[in-house]
């Protein structure tokens, strides 16, 4: 079974400097991994997807993130935070044979100090 | 803006009530999901339609039904509330059922608040 664990609950970052959330997943397969965004009281937004083409996917407002089988990894990378960024990030592994299509990482928080 | 529309985007309502929330999903998509989002329980799967069926229950209680239409729009039933049930609802919708590298949209939810 699929299953993502977001390693870290709540990050703080200064504005101007990188951020790093970090998400490991679970497959037997080659996964399909989202990246979502949550502001407060919005719904989640994508910031990126990957599907198995390059492995260093870049998504919206300055965020990538790089696949690494080895690692089973799909970490999320800015190199400088905006006070825009502070909301909640979400980690999604597909599961198409699953009952659950998608499965999400638990979250993390992100803070962006000024 | 997703395409994902979500009415209403507030509700309050007494204990013991019923109230239905309603999504309407991208153009296009056939999968239609519901996730409950709250502060103690976090990201909930409830249930997933694909094309007017039901294809998948996830934490779904028994006071909860859901059902889409033929035009693809879907509703979500929430009957005898209680205090714990209060949420943010979320619709999403995907072009498929496989899940498989096709990305989800969320609506912006439905804020349910029980007193």
């Known amino acids: 079974a699929q299953s993502v664990t977001q390693l870290d609950s709540h990050v703080s970052v200064s504005e101007g400097t990188p951020v790093l959330l970090r998400c490991n997943y679970s497959?037997?397969?080659?996964?399909?991994l989202f990246w979502y965004v949550q502001h407060p009281n919005k719904g989640l937004q994508l910031l990126l997807k990957y599907t198995s083409a390059a492995t260093l996917v870049k998504g919206i407002n300055g965020f990538e993130a790089e696949f690494k089988k080895s690692e089973t990894s799909f970490h999320l990378t800015k190199p400088s935070a905006h006070m825009s960024d502070a909301a909640e990030y979400f980690c999604?592994?597909?599961?198409?044979?699953?009952?659950?299509?998608?499965?999400f990482g638990t979250g993390t928080r992100l803070k962006v100090l000024a | 803006d997703s395409g994902v529309t979500q009415t209403p985007k507030h509700l309050i309502t007494a204990t013991g009530q019923r109230v239905t929330l309603r999504c309407s999903p991208r153009s296009g998509d056939l999968s239609v999901y519901w996730y409950q989002q709250s502060l103690d329980q976090g990201l909930q799967f409830l249930i997933q339609y694909y094309n007017g069926e039901e294809r998948a229950k996830g934490n779904i209680l028994e006071r909860f039904s859901a059902q889409q239409f033929p035009d693809l729009h879907s509703e979500l039933n929430l009957s005898s509330l209680e205090l714990g049930d209060s949420a943010l609802y979320f619709c999403a919708s995907s072009v498929d059922i496989t899940g498989s590298g096709n990305t989800i949209y969320f609506g912006e939810g439905s804020w349910l608040t029980v007193v």
């Open positions: 497959s037997s397969y080659s996964p399909s």
């Open positions: 999604v592994v597909s599961d198409p044979w699953g009952t659950y299509k998608y499965i």
